[in-house]
């Protein structure tokens, strides 16, 4: 090989190798910077005017503490009575209440800190101010979601939770107090009475019911 054509191949080898774009990692962001609002997007921010969850009451919806949207979404099958129906709808109005003001005070404070970033007015105390702002608001406002949920918990029987559960494709929560051993909540049910010996004076009966306390009691 001439020294020449060494020299070249030297050269070229040594010549940084570009990056093409396809190799390089996609921001998860992209795109989002063209939004009003970069920590909002379109339809966070109509929820937000409209009052919705979004999400901020998991802890109660998949704990067995259904909110007042879905169940009056499921009213016939839950079996709602006139009485619920209305129930359950005021507390849906006074949540829808006190949730549109707050997310409309949510979005000012996001565009706000937006702002200070895009002009690069931020400052510390500035960030930190409204932080805290946004911070509060967004508590507060999950607290508002998350009591409907227990106030409309508290309307329902349980059979009318099971059957939330089921069409709403949850799995059962656990209920404060239940059990899994099916004896131990027969068996409750069977000698919650004092005087459950005298009502059944049958010995073949008396047997059984302790033989279940007993069962009870191992599981």
């Not at 339809?43 to 005017?49: C, K, P, W």
């Not at 949207?69 to 016939?76: G, R």
């Not at 009485?83 to 706000?112: C, D, N, W, Y």
Request: include cysteine; glycine fraction near 6%.
């Amino acid at each position: 090989m001439k020294p020449w054509t060494l020299l070249r191949i030297v050269a070229a080898a040594l010549l940084p190798v570009p990056v093409l774009a396809a190799d390089m990692p996609a921001n998860p962001y992209a795109g989002q910077e063209a939004r009003t609002i970069k920590a909002l997007s379109d339809e966070d921010i109509a929820a937000l005017r409209k009052g919705e969850g979004m999400g901020m009451a998991k802890a109660a919806e998949l704990n067995g503490y259904p909110g007042p949207v879905h169940v009056l979404s499921l009213a016939k099958q839950l079996r709602l009575t006139d009485s619920q129906r209305q129930r359950v709808t005021e507390i849906f109005e006074r949540m829808s209440a006190a949730a549109k003001p707050l997310g409309a005070e949510l979005i000012a404070h996001e565009q706000v800190l937006d702002q200070l970033f895009a002009t690069g007015e931020i400052t510390p105390d500035r960030l930190t101010a409204e932080t805290a702002a946004i911070g509060e608001l967004q508590g507060r406002l999950r607290s508002v979601h998350l009591s409907a949920h227990l106030e409309t918990r508290a309307l329902l029987n349980p059979d009318q939770i099971g059957l939330y559960e089921r069409a709403a494709g949850l799995q059962p929560a656990a209920r404060p107090g239940a059990t899994s051993s099916p004896w131990i909540a027969a068996c409750r049910l069977l000698h919650q009475s004092e005087t459950w010996g005298a009502q059944y004076s049958d010995l073949g009966v008396v047997r059984q019911l302790k033989f279940c306390i007993i069962r009870s009691k191992r599981d």
